[in-house]
Each structure stands twice: as C-alpha cells, then as structure tokens.
C-alpha cells in the first residue's frame, strides 16, 4: 500500500514536472512548487533541481527564490550545488561562490569537474591566487586536473592573476589542448605586456576563433603598439572572422590614439549594421576615439544613444569637450553626470580642473577642487594639484599658484612644476621660472624641453647672456630636446613624421607639397595685408 503511494505521488511529480519546460514566467514556477509542497514531493532531489535550475539559471528566473529552496532542501545533489555554484558565478558574485563551496565542503560533499570549473573562475574574478593554488591541490588530489574544464579554468586563473610561469608549465604539459587552452595562455601573456610571446603562440595555434584574435589585438593596444592591432585587426577580417565585441573595443582604442578617423567610423558602421548593443565599454570607446579624432559633435550623439552611461562614458565626453575648446559644456555635463546620479572618479576630476583652466574659470575650478574631498571624499593626487596650479598660472596668479606648490602635502612631480613653469614663460616672471627649473633639476626631471623653455624665457626678456649659459649647460650635459612627431591618416593608413627624420620613401615629393603650401598661404596672408591697408586708406 506504501509503495503504491509512493510511486503515485513519484508520477503525480514527473507529469507536473514536465511542464516546466513550458514555463516563462516565475508566476507560472510557483504554481508548480505549490503542487509539489503539497503532493509532498518538494523534496525529491529530482523535482528540487528542476525547479532550482530554472529559478537560477533562466533569463526568467530569481535567483533569491531558488537560493531559498536550495537552503531549505533536507538532501542535495551534486548536481543542486552546481547549479547554485555556476548561477552566482554567472551573477558576478564570486565572493559567494567560494563561501558556498566552504559550506558544500562542511557538509561533506565533494566537488567534481564541472564544480572546479565555476570556482576557479570566482577565483580568477577576485585574482585570489591563494585560494586558487588550494583548489589546484585539491584537483590533483581528486583526480580532476587533467579534465578540460579544470585546465582550462586553472590556466585562466594563473593567467589572469599574472603568473605566467605557472601558467607555461600547466599548458606545456597538457596533453589535449583546444582553442580555449591557447587562448588562455595568449590573453595572459598579452596583458603581461609579453606580447612577442603572445604573437609567438598566436601564430603557432593549429587552430584560432574571434576570441583569440581579439586577446591578441587587446594586448597590442594595451601596451600602445596601435598600427600592429589594427594591421592585427584587418588580417582578422581578411582570416573571415567576424570581429566581436573585444575585438572592436580594442581597434577603437588604437584608432583613437592614431587618429585614423577613417577605420573608425568603419568600425561604426559595422557596429550599426550588425546591430550590436551599444553597452558602457563599446559606447565610450566609440566616445573616445570620435573625441581623440576632433569629432566632438558626432561623440556626443554616440553618447545621447547610449542607454547605460557610467563614470567612463561621462568622462570620455568631458575629457574631449574640454580638449576641444567646449569646456563651458564639459562643466555643464558634469551637472548633468550628478543630475543623472553617476559619481564622478579622479580622472573626471582632471577633466574639469583642465576644463576650468582653458577658459579661466578660476573659482569654479577651485570649487571643483573643494568639493573632491568635501562632497566625494576623493583624495587629490599630484595630477590634481598639477590641474590647480596650471589654473593659477594662466589666470597670471603666480603667487597663488607657487603658495599651492609649496603647501600641497605631497611631492610636486615634472607636471605640476610644468604648470608653473608655463605659467612664469607666459606671464614673463623670469626669477620664479629660474627658480622651477631648479627645483626640476634637484628631482633630475630637467628635461630637454625644460632648458629650451628657460632658454626662451630669458630671449624674450633679452638676457642674452643667460640664453647663452643655459645652451652651453646643455651642451656640457648633452641635453638634447626630444623630437616632435606627427601623425596623418591617408585612404585608412596612418603615417608617422619625426621632426628631422627625412627617411620617408616620398619625403622629395612631400618637401615639395609643403612648399607649395607654404608659399600659397603666404600669398594669402599678403591679400589680407593689403585688404586690411585699404580698408584704412
């Protein structure tokens, strides 16, 4: 009669059950465990794991509810704690994920393959080395180590957490290497700044996808190597991979710093044609790169259609309104940013100060500067202080600016004795710029440029004399000013001019054109001298 029961409340719950693979709404998931709490079948570790799965892992689920039930459960699987286990590590709570597994351990179950491969990535996301050196013990103790998704998973974690070293040897011994094992050690290597060996690997891998292109053009760009990731960036394509979203992120990033204007509205129109989502990391690089290109108006468009802004977004577009003459509207986005709730952080902070200095908002910029600790609770850096000074210094307070120098509690660096530096070329103080300079030469920040601007100090207050030292020191100490250099972006291709480098294969017929140039502006500027002398006649 027991039995009978049994197996007819075992049925009851495997019909009801069936139905979950119809279920689009928790609503519909409650009716389901209210049957079976009442049927008495709740419990059944089979019934229990469908609902949990559902309620944890589903777009349509609550991750509450199932953790709820899981704490309620009298028996789990190991299947139950791996559901739990990978539905906070999809949720970026690795945190959580490790003290579950603390408590799975407490009650004396074991982890299996799949269970390493959540808890290692928890690892990886809090870069817990130690914790992670434990569970590869423990992986070899268990037998576990040689899987796929253990291997894999460890060499993620060592090369996340930069021990490369660690990460060679595993990789060097594994027998059954995929796609997914190669691009783990190549991303490790690239964030190393270990490029060449990343390259290395890259071109010795028997087989690649998008993921592995885009950690190589990631690190290129991370490490200011911009032609090679977007050379990297064009084979890709040429390869017939469709660029995904770090691949794009990281080609926009080196389009920004080399100004190729061109790729990048390229790269814009794929974005729009593949219909990609416009999130925080892809809208802001798309900011910055327009912002970097001069193309202000058409950064903040891309920012208007972002549904997601956060601090870095806000920044972008700050940072570029400022740069390009508009810092009346960069300090009115910074009342926007607060309106909208987004906390500024310190590079924000940079962005105004320089903002306010271009166009000297000198109290504003001091309120700004104020408010950092007072209302953010952010600590200035050297950089802020530099900001303030170069404030100071262009609205011709120099004594305010030097009072800032002196007072500020940390140790003044080559950009905030530049500030004031500028500032005594500009404003003609010749005694307090002589005095920078050597307070630059005591921290043996003197620089080339440094000796050239004292040097130009003292021709425009025509102390040929002391013009004539300073050469001469530089010439004892062998000083010499770095080159300037210049980039331009022909048909998508970007070119770099070094002042004095005459090595270019078309530098005649680029000589010429300069001329040519020259001489027709002149011309101009000869008509406008004789306009201007008839319209006083």
């Not at 286990?85 to 074991?110: C, I, N, Q, W």
């Not at 060592?158 to 796609?179: H, I, K, P, T």
């Amino acid at each position: 009669m027991l039995a009978s029961v049994g197996s007819k409340y075992l049925k009851s719950s495997r019909r009801v059950l069936s139905l979950l693979d119809q279920c689009v709404t928790m609503a519909h998931i409650k009716q389901i465990q209210s049957h079976l709490t009442v049927s008495g079948t709740l419990f059944d570790p089979f019934a229990a794991g469908r609902i949990i799965s559902f309620c944890a892992v589903s777009a349509q689920g609550d991750i509450s509810h199932a953790y709820l039930l899981f704490l309620s459960l009298p028996r789990r699987t190991s299947f139950i704690w791996n559901t739990m286990l990978r539905a906070f590590t999809d949720k970026k709570e690795p945190a959580t994920v490790l003290s579950l597994y603390k408590y799975m351990l407490s009650t004396g179950f074991l982890p299996n393959n799949y269970t390493f491969s959540f808890l290692l990535q928890a690892c990886a996301q809090l870069s817990d080395l130690s914790f992670g050196i434990l569970l590869h013990a423990q992986a070899v103790r268990l037998g576990w180590e040689a899987y796929d998704f253990v291997q894999n998973g460890l060499l993620h974690l060592y090369a996340s957490c930069n021990c490369m070293d660690s990460a060679r040897r595993l990789f060097d011994g594994s027998v059954n290497r995929d796609v997914v094992t190669w691009t783990a050690v190549i991303n490790g290597y690239a964030k190393s700044g270990q490029v060449v060996v990343a390259r290395q690997l890259f071109d010795e891998m028997p087989e690649k996808n998008a993921v592995s292109w885009s950690a190589m053009i990631t690190g290129y760009a991370q490490i200011g190597l911009f032609r090679e990731a977007l050379e990297l960036f064009n084979d890709m394509q040429i390869a017939g991979f469709r660029p995904n979203h770090g691949a794009i992120v990281g080609a926009l990033t080196a389009c920004a710093f080399l100004g190729a204007l061109d790729q990048g509205r390229w790269i814009h129109a794929y974005v729009d044609r593949n219909r990609m989502v416009l999130d925080r990391i892809l809208g802001t690089a798309l900011i910055d790169m327009y912002a970097k290109c001069g193309c202000v108006e058409t950064a903040c468009r891309v920012f208007d259609e972002m549904l997601d802004r956060d601090v870095f977004a806000f920044t972008s577009l700050i940072s570029g309104l400022a740069n390009h003459g508009h810092s009346a509207i960069a300090i009115e986005m910074f009342t926007r940013m607060q309106n909208e709730g987004v906390c500024p952080n310190e590079v924000t902070f940079i962005c105004l100060l320089s903002a306010c200095s271009r166009v000297g908002l000198v109290e504003e910029g001091l309120r700004i500067f104020k408010s950092m600790t007072n209302i953010y609770g952010i600590e200035p850096v050297v950089q802020h202080y530099g900001c303030l000074v170069d404030l100071l210094g262009r609205a011709g307070m120099l004594e305010d600016a030097k009072r800032v120098v002196r007072e500020m509690p940390l140790e003044p660096d080559s950009y905030v004795l530049g500030a004031l530096l500028n500032a005594c070329r500009v404003h003609g103080d010749v005694e307090l710029g002589k005095e920078t300079v050597e307070c630059l030469a005591e921290r043996s920040l003197d620089h080339g440029g440094v000796h050239v601007l004292l040097s130009n100090m003292y021709a425009s207050a025509n102390q040929w004399e002391d013009v004539a030292k300073v050469r001469k020191g530089m010439e004892e100490k062998k000083v010499k000013k770095v080159p300037g250099c210049s980039l331009i972006e022909v048909d998508g291709a970007v070119f770099e001019f070094v002042a004095g480098d005459m090595s270019h294969v078309f530098m005649d017929e680029i000589v010429l054109l300069l001329l040519g140039i020259d001489k027709h502006l002149k011309s101009l500027w000869s008509e406008d001298d004789d306009n201007d002398d008839m319209k006083f006649e």
